[in-house]
């Protein structure tokens, strides 16, 4: 799969958690992170249709 970067503002708040979630071992970078998260929102949002 091709991947296009993209940017993005975000709270600061949330920078952080996303920087503390960094400290474990299941995410390799914010990227990971982000594209987990919206995979898993987008599987949601399936399910309710």
């Known amino acids: 799969m091709t991947k296009q970067k993209i940017s993005i503002t975000i709270d600061e708040n949330m920078v952080d958690a996303l920087e503390s979630m960094l400290k474990g071992e299941l995410f390799r970078n914010r990227s990971h992170i982000i594209e987990f998260a919206l ?11």
Do not use: G
């Open 39 to 49: 995979n898993k929102f987008m599987e949601k949002k399936r399910n309710i249709k």
